[in-house]
């Protein structure tokens, strides 16, 4: 990012904060208690007879109308729930598709709630098919009919489609706003026709071109449309080595793909290579967002939660990761357990076994990571995957023979114990040698079971070398030691 951009993002982000303190400010002058609006049974704060309340408030409008709607959102979801619907209540009727797009699905739940049916339709109806479809899940559908019931008839196909395409494929990203050609007309023709346009679709940096039976024949760059003769054909300049997708295609390949051709926009086509939609890098950056987050939330059991929901909310989205936690530890316990008179004898023993268990967790950790990273960009398949096993097992031997004999000397240098040192050197190595194995097949086996394999790694991770970390140090120990 350049120095530019660094300082535009910055200003971005001052903007945001400065405008929430107004508002926190304008909302604890007038001490607006939670559920103000609810109380009074109004659809909007009454202020009037209030001269300053009407100056403070217009003041609040004023600002949300300056704000871009991705703004709005930020804000909101700075936002305590009671003040956060008393300013939802200010925004622009007109901007509260837009808002509800950008914010988060928890802190959508929040102002959907706060909507009537009316409202909702109202504000559904005036966005884009494809955009419509990211927000159906979360409407009801008695809203989705009256809307799909509005809307006009070419809407209405492309909305259908979009509702038919499973989440995490290019189908469900894919946008409906495109211009195509035919390949026989000349630059001139089509320059005049662009121009009939209200305006281009955003990332517009190609042109389809296609038959009058819809399918794709090539894409006319806008700079070969511009600095090319007028006079040219549209065939004689449009390239027709293109990166397209089927509807179907998972959405991570798709990813991959803008970020290896460099692509701001690529055409979608059906099984007949006729095009049905585009997919632009903006929607491939929310999906990247979108993804991530719920990755990052993912590897800890955790769904989409908002911030400032109810304590009892909050605690329940807690209970999947923490009941599996639970579980692992009662094992990993009982392991213990069963050396405990190993233990009683030789008290260091549970001082050192931390230490075997950490040490694998985290180099397993590394492997999940690397292995999660290639399945992602495509780079691990049948004929390389027994290769990368042998070298991840090797890799383990070599750091368990390196690191194994540091500890293994630093549990004799404390302990005044050579054999106690040879244990915790053997430990070592066997429990990073299950840590790389654990690391390798885990995700493999899970993104087989048609699951993200960087979901649920860690947990199982972390599950074998805890419990193998204890079972073979306290197991060589009580061979060995005791």
């Given at each position: ?157 492309q909305l259908s489609a979009a509702l038919s395409y499973p989440e995490d494929t290019v189908g469900s990203l894919m946008d409906f706003e ?103 890098i903006t929607d491939i950056v929310d999906y990247i967002r979108e993804d991530a987050e719920q990755e990052s939330l993912g590897k800890v ?182």
């Amino acid at each position: 990012m350049s120095d530019i951009d660094q300082k535009n993002t910055r200003n971005r982000v001052d903007t945001v904060q400065k405008c929430l303190e107004d508002i926190k400010l304008i909302l604890e002058d007038h001490q607006y208690e939670s559920g103000f609006i609810r109380d009074q049974g109004i659809s909007e704060p009454d202020i009037s007879g209030d001269v300053k309340r009407v100056e403070s408030l217009s003041n609040l409008r004023d600002k949300l109308d300056e704000m871009h709607p991705a703004d709005i959102a930020a804000m909101l979801e700075q936002l305590p729930l009671d003040e956060r619907l008393i300013v939802w209540k200010f925004i622009p009727s007109e901007l509260d598709g837009d808002v509800l797009l950008e914010v988060s699905d928890a802190v959508r739940e929040t102002l959907i709630a706060d909507m009537d049916a009316q409202e909702l339709v109202a504000a559904t109806e005036q966005l884009d098919a494809d955009e419509i479809a990211d927000l159906a899940p979360n409407l009801p559908e008695e809203v989705i009919a009256d809307v799909f019931s509005s809307l006009p008839e070419e809407e209405r196909l492309q909305l259908s489609a979009a509702l038919s395409y499973p989440e995490d494929t290019v189908g469900s990203l894919m946008d409906f706003e495109m211009v195509t050609v035919r390949e026989d007309v000349t630059l001139d023709v089509v320059l005049r026709y662009l121009r009939r346009l209200e305006r281009l679709p955003s990332n517009t940096d190609k042109l389809f071109v296609v038959d009058r039976r819809e399918v794709l024949k090539g894409v006319l760059s806008v700079n070969d449309l511009i600095v090319s003769s007028p006079e040219t054909r549209v065939n004689d300049v449009m390239l027709t080595g293109i990166v397209s997708f089927y509807p179907d295609r998972d959405a991570e390949s798709a990813a991959h793909a803008f970020e290896r051709y460099d692509l701001v926009s690529a055409p979608v086509v059906d099984a007949h290579n006729r095009i049905v939609g585009r997919v632009t890098i903006t929607d491939i950056v929310d999906y990247i967002r979108e993804d991530a987050e719920q990755e990052s939330l993912g590897k800890v059991g955790l769904r989409d939660e908002d911030l400032f929901s109810s304590v009892w909310k909050s605690a329940k989205n807690r209970w999947l990761w923490l009941a599996v936690n639970l579980g692992t530890a009662f094992f990993a316990s009982r392991v213990i357990g069963m050396f405990e008179d190993s233990i009683e004898k030789l008290v260091a023993l549970a001082a050192l076994m931390p230490i075997v268990a950490a040490i694998a967790g985290n180099s397993g950790n590394q492997t999940v990571a690397l292995i999660v990273r290639a399945l992602a960009f495509e780079e691990i398949n049948k004929s390389n995957a027994k290769g990368l096993l042998r070298k991840e097992l090797a890799i383990a031997v070599v750091n368990g023979i390196l690191w194994g004999s540091v500890a293994g000397a630093f549990a004799w240098l404390l302990y005044g114990s050579i054999a106690l040192g040879l244990v915790m050197l053997g430990a070592m190595l066997l429990n990073l040698i299950v840590g790389a194995g654990v690391g390798m097949l885990v995700p493999l086996f899970l993104q087989k079971m048609g699951r993200d394999p960087a979901i649920g790694s860690s947990v199982l991770l972390t599950f074998s070398t805890d419990s193998m970390g204890f079972l073979i140090f306290l197991g060589l120990a009580t061979v060995f030691l005791v």
